[in-house]
Each structure stands twice: as structure tokens, then as C-alpha cells.
């Protein structure tokens, strides 16, 4: 029997097909079954640059240290703001210029594009992270008219990648941090009556256009997993799996969801010896996947911000190559 492709290896994964191994999303150290074709959103900004405007006119400001940097200027901190914004326009033909040469070298591969800060995190970047987490009690009305236009501009964005690239996109991976260090950012109850309906909108379309859902949330977001599944989630990407009871948590989800996820990125990865992290990944591995899929192995690219060396990332890849149940069987 033929190897699969890259592009069947993640299918496989995803809807519990039985891949016939590990899938691997690795760009860190050149591996990688998933081909990623951005449109021209400015996500973060050049980081050349202490300063800069996103689409959305929120001013990202950074230091020396490497990493992203941070929202620091939020247009709609005021509400009054609200009636003269200027919305980004999801069919401005410059968000897809060039886009048709980034799929040059995805053949075989599993293809993705999506949107950066696609819902909370748009809307705390347009209002202000405390004032959006204290208007969600006290100003529903705006606060529904605030993601109810973010909602617009994504379904806009979907609709157009969808009909300029039809056929040539697998999933849509999108991004919404919902934990701290022990909980979700919001009452679990105010979240499934604010959120979970509209990320059913949202997910439904990406459906549509014959996509997996991919969402990447850090944090602890336990008491979510369950209405993001209801609601089409497909991927999740988790990159803190020590907040989790690792066992517990597998026996609630595995076989659910696939998880795209690696060794814990502030505990694991920095500090422990190659003996643990060897351990972390047979222990994700045994509980987070089941004999017929639902894991796939995702670097976090931003290694040297979090203290990562090259040589630890090499160790997590053959800890999890070692841990790989599939290639055993099929071998």
C-alpha cells in the first residue's frame, strides 16, 4: 500500500480516518504536512517598527524584547467612536493580491489560510481588553452591534478566499485566546448565550466552503471545549496542555476534537529535561489521540521568545516520532 500524502495524513487525523502516521506541522526545523496560504492581512505589523497600524487602525507597539508586542491603541475605547468608524472592507481586492504565488509549493500538502484575532481578541484590540470584558455585562447592545459587524468582516473574508480559491484550501485556522492560567476569561454561561451562537455562524461558513474549523485558544478553557465542539470546531490547538488534568481531559474529548498540539510551551519545552519531555509527549500521544487519529503534532514557531532552543524543539520531534502509534500499526 501507497504512503499517504501529507494532505491525506492530516484528513485522516482530523476526521478519525486512521492516518497511517503522525502528522506534522514542524516549520522550525523544515517539516511540515500543512502548507499555509496567508491573504494580506497586516496581523501583527512589521516588527521592524515600534509602532504600527493594523486594518483595523489599533496601534501595535513593541519593545526590544522578541515577540509580537501588544495592542496599545484601541479605536473604539470610546463608544462614541463607534458611529464614525471606519470598517476595513473585506472586499478590498488588496487583501488577495498575490495570494495565487503562496500557494506555489503546497502540492500534496494539507492547505490552510484563515484570519488572525478573529473575534474576542478583534474585539478587545477595538475596544480595550478590561473595558470590553466589563462592557459584555453592562453595554450588550453595543457590544452585540461591535462583534456583530467583526462577524461581517470575517464571513467577508471567508466568502472571497472561498471563491478565488476554490478547491485549493483545506481548513481555516483561526485565533481567539479565551484562558488564563486556571479559567476562562468570562463566565462559561455568558459565553455559550454571547458567543457559542456566533461562532456556530462563523464556523458554519467555513463548513460551507468544504473547510476544517482550526482554532487556536491558550489558556485554560476547559469548561468551553464542549460548545466549541457543538459549534463546529474541528482543531483545536492547545499549546499549554499542563493546565489540563492531561488524562482526565483526553478521557472527556478524545475522539471529539483532533488537537493540534505539542509539549507545554511555559512549563515543558523551557525547563524540563529531554527525559520529561519525552514523557509529556508519549503521555499527550496515549491520552489526547485514539487509534484512529485526532492529533497532530504543531510547533510553536516563536521558540526563541520562550526561551526554546532548536536543539529542544529536535528533542520534541523525535520524542513524539517515538510516541507515534499509527506508523506501528501500519508498519
Known amino acids: 500500500m501507497e504512503p499517504m500524502t501529507s494532505f491525506e495524513v492530516v484528513k485522516h487525523a482530523i476526521e478519525f480516518g486512521c492516518p497511517d502516521r503522525l502528522p506534522v506541522r514542524f516549520e522550525t526545523l523544515g517539516i511540515s504536512d500543512v502548507h499555509t496560504v496567508k491573504w494580506n492581512q497586516t496581523g501583527t505589523g512589521d516588527h521592524q517598527y515600534q509602532e504600527t497600524l493594523d486594518e483595523w ?3 501595535w507597539v513593541r519593545t526590544e524584547a522578541q515577540n509580537m508586542g501588544q495592542v ?3 479605536p473604539l475605547e470610546d463608544w462614541e467612536a463607534l458611529d464614525s468608524f471606519h470598517w476595513p472592507d473585506p472586499n478590498d481586492p488588496a487583501f488577495y493580491e498575490g495570494m495565487e504565488a503562496r500557494f506555489e509549493g503546497s502540492q500534496g500538502k494539507y492547505v490552510t489560510s484563515g484570519i488572525f484575532m478573529f473575534l474576542f481578541e478583534r474585539m478587545h484590540a477595538l475596544h480595550g481588553f478590561e473595558n470590553t470584558l466589563i462592557d459584555l455585562l453592562l453595554e450588550r447592545g453595543r457590544m452585540e452591534r461591535l462583534v456583530d459587524r467583526i462577524i461581517e468582516f ?3 473574508i471567508i466568502e472571497n478566499l472561498r471563491q478565488r480559491f476554490p478547491g485549493q484550501i483545506h481548513g481555516f485556522q483561526v485565533t481567539d485566546d479565551w484562558g488564563s492560567e486556571t479559567c476562562t476569561l468570562i463566565d462559561p454561561k455568558l459565553w455559550c448565550d454571547f458567543f457559542q451562537p456566533r461562532y456556530c455562524r462563523l464556523f458554519e461558513a467555513i463548513h460551507a466552503a ?3 474549523v482550526w482554532l487556536h485558544s491558550c489558556g485554560q478553557i476547559q469548561a468551553i471545549v464542549e460548545p466549541l465542539i457543538e459549534a463546529g470546531a474541528d482543531v483545536l490547538n492547545l499549546q499549554q496542555p499542563r493546565v489540563f488534568d492531561i488524562p482526565a481531559f483526553g ?6 476534537v483532533c488537537f493540534a498540539s505539542l509539549c507545554d510551551i511555559q512549563r515543558t519545552l523551557p525547563l ?3 527525559e520529561e519531555i519525552r514523557a509529556e509527549a508519549d503521555l499527550l500521544i496515549r491520552h489526547w489521540a485514539t487509534p484512529e487519529g485526532g492529533f497532530i503534532l504543531s510547533d510553536y514557531g516563536d521558540g526563541e521568545a520562550i526561551g526554546v532552543s532548536v536543539d529542544r524543539k529536535r528533542v520534541m520531534l523525535d520524542a513524539f516520532l517515538q510516541a507515534d502509534r499509527w506508523k506501528k500499526v501500519w508498519d
Request: hydrophobic share 25%; net charge positive; with cysteine.
Open 251 to 256: 478521557k472527556q474529548f478524545a475522539g471529539r
Open 272 to 274: 524540563a529535561t529531554p
Open 210 to 212: 468544504s473547510w476544517h
Open 57 to 59: 487602525g489599533c496601534r
Open 72 to 74: 496599545k491603541g484601541h
Open 154 to 156: 470575517d464571513l467577508g
